[in-house]
């Protein structure tokens, strides 16, 4: 009796209309969401997400993946992701026991659910690359556990983790020794559309005969929309390399990372000093005769730096606007400016920026904040930012000034003014 006196009254029944349909309001938004996660495929409606809403969902996570990439891995390892379960004992102890496959020609490592990664081996970060797909690009699903999909390149397709081949590279970094070069690719290797072969192939100057086929079977696995690239800064120096880069591809793209050649000399010679204490000294190997000055140009580690030299005979087989020059100097005074220029000669968008890096005052240079598949700081090995030994100023100042010629037919082979003689 007193129920029906309550809800006889007007505003009462107002009040408990308005809950009703609110009530009724949150429970179609959660069906709908569940449905949007693709778990109602079973169920007899109409209602059902579609591929459109899927690439939507894709292109917002791909915008978050900075924020939230920590937090995806934890969950991913864990086993933890919402919609990624077994579908069977069977599947479950099979993904326990291939949680990690290894390529053992590339050095390529994909990640299932169940491995964690190792981000303090320095060595295997340097020789091997973890191409894991970036994880804001995760978009799972039910019916594809226990994979998952990413979202590739500006295309925006969604295609599993176990899709792509090992391509020939689209483009390179062909040089110089010692100019940051392996500093790059660590750098690049951030973004999601840049997958890389670790270790140095080679393959232009010391392993042509072994076969295009051979040389392919190097690359990792890419996904449409994404660049395979390599890095083997000996072929800038080498005669035969770009005739046979020509040969395989007329539209593969250069990079070459130049820095001032007095210092990279050096810089040679202190890498050569550390394995081999017992060379010569830096003067020495500089000079045929120290009485004259008459510079040895037959050492390699001078004869590297003259860029203008071994640029003529790229000019040969490939046009200048196929050729990016980085500056080794800039990268280090302002990563984020050259990598900015290196994803735009490589029509990628530009996702590398200043928030990606910190300056280790310890090493002299630029560091990741976060490299990728890891929470940690990251910088390259103890093998780099060495020491240098103290050169007599007079061998520096004969360096300069037999250098300075072929600095300025450089800068005016390329139109960009490095700075090496200010």
């Known amino acids: 009796m007193a129920f029906s006196r309550v809800y006889s009254d007007p505003l009462s029944r107002g009040i408990f209309k308005k809950f009703v349909v609110m009530l009724c309001s949150l429970l179609t938004s959660l069906y709908l969401l569940h449905c949007l996660t693709d778990r109602c495929s ?35 390892t864990t086993g933890s992701m919402p919609g990624l ?58 019916r594809l556990a226990p994979r998952f999909m990413v979202k590739t390149g500006s295309t925006g397709k969604l295609s599993p983790l176990g899709d792509g081949t090992k391509k020939l590279p689209q483009a390179m970094i062909i040089g110089v020794k010692k100019g940051g070069t392996r500093a790059l690719l660590e750098f690049l290797r951030v973004h999601p559309d840049i997958r ?24 990792p696995k890419t996904l449409e929309g994404q660049i395979t690239m390599e890095k083997t800064p000996s072929y800038f120096v080498t005669r035969e390399a770009p005739a046979r880069i020509s040969a395989m591809s007329r539209d593969t793209k250069l990079i070459v990372v130049v820095r001032d050649p007095v210092t990279r000399a050096i810089s040679d010679y202190t890498q050569t000093l550390s394995k081999k204490p017992d ?23 001078i004869q590297i730096g003259i860029y203008a030299k071994h640029l003529d005979n790229w000019l040969q087989y490939f046009p200048m606007g196929q050729i990016l020059f980085v500056s080794g100097e800039r990268l280090i005074s302002d990563p984020a400016g050259e990598l900015g220029r290196v994803q735009d000669f490589l029509g990628l968008k530009r996702i590398i920026t200043d928030k990606h890096f910190y300056f280790n005052q310890t090493k002299g240079f630029p560091c990741l904040k976060k490299a990728e598949g ?25 360096l300069r000034d037999f250098y300075r010629p072929f600095n300025m037919k450089f800068y005016q082979m390329t139109g960009q003014i490095f700075g090496w003689d200010d």
């Open 42 to 76: 079973s169920m007899p409606t109409p209602v059902k997400a579609s591929s459109q809403v899927v690439g939507f969902f894709a292109s917002e996570l791909h915008d978050l993946r900075s924020l939230r990439r920590k937090r995806l891995l934890q969950k991913w």
């Open 374 to 398: 890891s929470s940690k700081p990251h910088c390259l090995g103890k093998t780099k930012g060495r020491t240098h030994p103290n050169i007599h100023p007079e061998v520096v100042q004969r």
């Open 196 to 219: 890389a072969v670790g270790a140095e192939p080679h393959f232009f100057d010391r392993n042509y005969e072994n076969g295009l086929e051979w040389y392919r079977e190097l690359m």
């Open 85 to 142: 379960s077994y579908e069977s004992a069977d599947n479950a102890k099979r993904a326990s026991e291939y949680s990690r496959f290894n390529d053992a020609d590339t050095g390529q490592v994909l990640y299932e659910p169940g491995h964690q990664v190792d981000s303090d081996n320095e060595k295997n970060r340097e020789l091997s690359h973890y191409t894991q797909p970036s994880l804001g690009d995760i978009v799972y699903s039910k």
């Open 279 to 301: 060379i010569p000294t830096f003067e020495s190997l500089t000079f045929k005769n120290r009485t004259t000055g008459l510079i040895d140009t037959s050492w390699s580690a």
